[in-house]
């Protein structure tokens, strides 16, 4: 049976990741082009820089929940057998779709508080144009919803895992070769 304290921990974790994720995409860093005081230059002025913040916290969270689940099945590859059928085979699937959706969500969470942390200091004279690079819209969006699809898929992943496992009983019969009379 699988734990339901296991269970309960990681689902707080990623909603935990998911709520952080989901805040760092409205709070986003944007910019606004400022004019100095005698209007000989113009520079970007960036406003709060919370949201790389939220989504490292958001990636730390989803990484902590992987942690659980994958030290609690042991990896899918170390301990005792699972036992064959349809549990073990919706482990497997389910553990690769895992990896492959914690794999995307940490990347958007890692790349979009770098590229949200990033701001430029360059200034352009007279009337040259001015960029103010951001974040993209829809970079943390991206990292809640695998964020979302990773919590839903390693609780169930666990289940099927702990199904199978508990499934398992080894063979406690004579495996030798018998050497008596033929009878």
């Known amino acids: ?15 935990i ?21 005698e209007n000989y230059y113009n ?28 030290f609690a099945s042991k990896c899918f590859c170390c301990g005792k057998p699972l036992s064959p059928g349809g549990s073990r085979a919706c482990a497997v699937i389910l553990f690769i779709t895992c990896w492959v959706f914690f794999f995307i969500a940490e990347i958007c969470l890692f790349a979009g508080s770098i590229r949200n942390a990033y701001h430029t200091r360059y200034r352009n004279f007279f009337t040259e144009s001015l960029d103010c690079p951001s974040l993209r819209k829809g970079v943390f969006a991206a990292g809640a919803s ?9 609780e169930f992943y666990y ?5 199978a496992r508990d499934n398992f009983h080894s063979y406690s019969g004579d495996a030798g070769v018998g050497m008596g009379t033929y009878k």
């Open 1 to 15: 049976m699988a734990s339901k304290l296991l269970l309960v921990t990681v689902f707080i974790f990623d909603l």
């Open 17 to 37: 990741a998911f709520g952080l994720a989901v805040a760092a995409e409205q709070r986003r860093s944007t910019a606004k082009i400022h004019a100095d005081s």
């Open 43 to 70: 520079y970007c002025i960036y406003d709060s820089d919370i949201a790389s913040g939220y989504g490292v916290g958001a990636f730390l969270f989803l990484l902590a929940s992987q942690v659980l689940i994958m």
């Open 146 to 154: 695998f964020t979302l699809f990773t919590a839903i898929v390693s």
């Open 159 to 163: 289940v099927c895992y702990s199904k």
